[in-house]
Nanobody, 114 residues
Framework: VQLQAFGGGLVPAGGSLRLSCVAS????????MGWYRQAPGKQRERVAA???????NYADSVKGRFTISRDNAENMVYLQMSSLKPEDTAIYYC?????????WGQGTLVTVSS
């Protein structure tokens, strides 16, 4: 399984960004998928998940600001982030939910400037 996240960058506080995850050797429509992040000096945390049935849930810290979605035809998962805050700065990863330990890609860095 390969899960590669991309789309990160530098964005000012209050801005928006969309992250994408391309999946190989796994069908995202049949899997529960999640977005995770790891900020400097902190543990990796799950911020959003989407079940195979399309149910979504979010960490309290991002609820109302982030939206997880997927494109079954393209076998991709997305994370739309808005109203970004400096504390959202982190490396973002996609993985299954629960995560597969060996399936972390390199992640994509999101930096939110104040």
């Amino acid at each position: 399984v390969q899960l590669q996240a991309f789309g990160g960058g530098l964005v000012p506080a209050g801005g928006s960004l969309r992250l994408s995850c391309v999946a190989s050797r796994i069908t995202v429509s049949r899997s529960s998928m999640g977005w995770y992040r790891q900020a400097p000096g902190k543990q990796r945390e799950r911020v959003a998940a989407i079940s195979s049935g399309g149910n979504t849930n979010y960490a309290d810290s991002v609820k109302g600001r982030f939206t997880i979605s997927r494109d079954n035809a393209e076998n991709m998962v997305y994370l739309q982030m808005s109203s970004l805050k400096p504390e959202d700065t982190a490396i973002y990863y996609c993985n299954t939910d629960p995560y597969g330990p060996g399936w972390w890609g390199q992640g994509t860095l999101v930096t939110v400037s104040s």
